[in-house]
């Protein structure tokens, strides 16, 4: 039986352009151009390689979005993914993390799946919880931040690196897992991939199609608000010397005038 | 006022100062009950008791050592259903907003993450979070159900306000999910004898300019000069020179210490998001086009193998 994979990546802005909010307080995703989270390649190459591994697996790459987040999706296709699937509705604008997720969990009901392969964080939302929510959502064991996973027997293993230890984990599939940058570097898309990706399957479903009331989603239904947004004022210029042998000792005067040393 | 439920951190009952923090922050929007998992709660009482918990609502079961985040959850909402708190605060540690992610789930409750200051509004609790790496400040709040914020380390300094802390045992039954997640073992970091990296008030941080996991004695030589804790950029861990746990930035620990000090670092956006917020900063750097530059209070252009070593000296001799 074939090992279904799902893989659930987002479109976001690009952390190396100059992110703003609009006027409503979301996101400003015109401002700055787009690409697939960074993140979340390293989902793609981890269920890549799980799929490698199996007799037999399909891996689906999902994601809820604007129009352009198709770009996303086209980029996890030329690493190598099978399929793809595409939530696409104006009634999303705004959504949090709470609507997010009721969507994409009806997404990968809808879709069918043994393992549910996540990022650690969005680099826009920066959250680092969907994947335990998706996990609570579905009824399903969470495997999260995993720097090694590994399926066999029906079972997904890995090691997950926390700051008092260093666990191995074990659960039974179906499952969602998340893994860390440090899992592994991710691929780049072939030429051959990047040909063979324009001739796969992009999917497209809107809210009605997996029965979600507009209600529940969008700014007006987030469970959250951000009432103000505002640019972090520029730090006041800081005092440069160059070393010319007292760079040290300005240094460590400077430390002691702030009652560090 | 109503009741703040606080999850405390601790390590075999020694409560982590994130969770005295939040105690801090609770006391501006209710009274805090705290909620203890795990054993030593006896122990753990007298500070939670120091720090202004009214109460300590303690369970102690293997389930939570033995699988992941989902125990802890059970019995968070427990407590939530028996407290009925007008918010849940829990440290902004991995695991802690894992549990919080889960819990305000099953709470039907919006949820914050990483808040860096939190104030009572006339909705709700207002949380400060820092946003696009730390470019921008947003105040937000949760507008539905029962506020569930997680709470970055640093953003409160700790105050003491003695309270009752009566503990009282949390009976917990576990859900069929709890057991979803085996922790088939564990292996315990060794201990530097540093402070934790997201705890201390100096942090002294080496980058792909300390060129070799030998040189980064140089680094620790500095911090250990200053009572720091070590940082490292991504470029220094990816290289193998020192260990993940320690780096900083996007994909690494959040800092937000009194004293930042960058040595060979570039200052990249991910780094930037993981200490912007650093009180002083302080740089190193031979490249006078660095970005790092762009934050500093006070910047060196120089060679750090030259000026770090000189530096540790020269505090050392102030310091006698
Ligand atoms: C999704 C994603 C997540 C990331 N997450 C993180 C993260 O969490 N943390 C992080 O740090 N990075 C992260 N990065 C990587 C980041 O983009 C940079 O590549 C990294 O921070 C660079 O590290 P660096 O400053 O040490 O190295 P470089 O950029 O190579 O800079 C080295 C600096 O050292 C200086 N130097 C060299 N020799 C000397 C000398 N002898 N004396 C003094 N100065 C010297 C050079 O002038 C240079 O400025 C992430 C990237 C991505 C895409
Ligand atoms: N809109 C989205 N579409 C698909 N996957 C997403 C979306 N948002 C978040 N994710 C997944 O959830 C992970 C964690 O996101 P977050 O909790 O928002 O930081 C990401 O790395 C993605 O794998």
């Known amino acids: ?261 | 006022m109503g009741e703040v439920l606080v999850y405390v951190d601790h390590v075999d009952g020694a409560v982590r100062k994130p969770t005295l923090e939040l105690l801090t922050l609770a006391r501006r929007i209710g009274e805090p009950v705290a909620v203890f998992l795990g054993p030593g709660a006896e122990g753990a009482a007298a500070a939670l008791a120091e720090y202004g918990a009214v109460k300590v609502l303690a369970a102690d079961a293997p389930e939570f050592a033995e699988y992941l985040v989902v125990p802890k959850v059970d019995a968070l909402e427990q407590a939530a259903k028996a407290v009925e708190p007008v918010a849940v605060l829990v440290p902004s540690s991995a695991e802690g907003k894992e549990i919080a992610a889960r819990l305000a789930v099953r709470l039907g409750s919006g949820i914050i993450t990483d808040a860096v200051d939190l104030e009572a509004g006339a909705e709700g609790p207002v949380a400060t979070q820092s946003v696009f790496a730390a470019a921008f400040t947003t105040k937000s709040r949760v507008s539905h159900g029962t506020p569930v914020i997680t709470v970055k380390p640093n953003s409160a300094a700790p105050e003491a306000a003695p309270a009752a802390g009566t503990v009282e045992q949390l009976s917990v039954s576990f859900s069929e999910a709890a057991t979803g997640t085996k922790v088939v073992s564990r292996s315990p970091r060794e201990s530097t004898g540093r402070p934790e990296l997201t705890e201390a008030a100096i942090v002294v941080s080496g980058g792909r300019g300390v060129n070799g996991a030998e040189n980064f004695s140089i680094i620790e030589n500095l911090a250990d000069s200053l009572g720091a804790a070590v940082g490292a950029s991504r470029a220094a861990v990816d290289a193998g020179w020192y260990p993940h746990t320690n780096q900083v930035g996007q994909t690494g620990k959040s800092v937000s210490p009194q004293l930042y000090v960058a040595a060979g670092i570039s200052g990249a956006i991910q780094h930037r998001a993981g200490m912007q917020t650093s009180k002083t900063i302080v740089a190193v750097n031979k490249d006078p086009e660095a970005p790092i530059f762009d934050l500093v209070d006070y910047g060196v252009v120089g060679d750090l193998f030259e000026v770090v070593p000189a530096l540790t000296e020269e505090i050392k001799a102030r310091k006698g």
């Open chain 1, 1 to 261: 039986m074939s090992l279904r994979i799902v893989v659930c990546v987002k479109y976001v802005p690009d952390a190396t352009g100059d992110r703003h909010f609009a006027e409503d307080l979301t996101t400003d995703r015109e401002a700055v151009d787009g690409l697939l989270s960074e993140l979340d390649e390293y989902a793609v190459e981890q269920a890549l390689q799980i799929a490698d591994a199996a007799d037999d697996a399909e891996v689906t790459v999902l994601t809820v979005g604007p129009e352009d987040a198709k770009d996303a999706l086209r980029k996890a296709l030329s690493m190598g993914a099978d399929k793809a699937v595409h939530v696409e509705d104006d009634a999303l604008h705004g959504t949090d993390v709470m609507g997010t997720s009721l969507v994409l969990a009806k997404a990968v009901e809808e879709t069918g799946y043994d393992l549910v392969v996540c990022g650690m964080a969005s680099t826009d939302g920066t959250m680092g919880v969907l994947p335990a929510i998706l996990a609570e959502r579905l009824g399903v064991p969470q495997v999260t931040l995993l720097s090694e996973v590994a399926v066999a027997d029906g079972k997904v293993t890995g090691r997950r690196d926390g700051d008092a230890a260093s666990e191995q984990l074990e659960a039974s599939l179906p499952a969602v897992v998340s893994v860390t940058d440090q899992s592994g570097e991710a691929r780049y898309p072939s030429f051959k991939g990047i040909m063979a990706a324009k001739k796969k399957k992009v999917e497209s479903l809107d809210l009605s199609d997996l029965g979600i009331d507009e209600e529940q989603v969008g700014l007006a239904g987030a469970w959250t608000k951000v009432e103000e947004a505002a640019p972090r004022p520029p730090r006041t210029a800081g005092t440069i010397v160059t070393d010319e042998g007292e760079g040290a000792k300005q240094l460590a005067e400077y430390l002691a005038a702030q009652k560090f040393i």
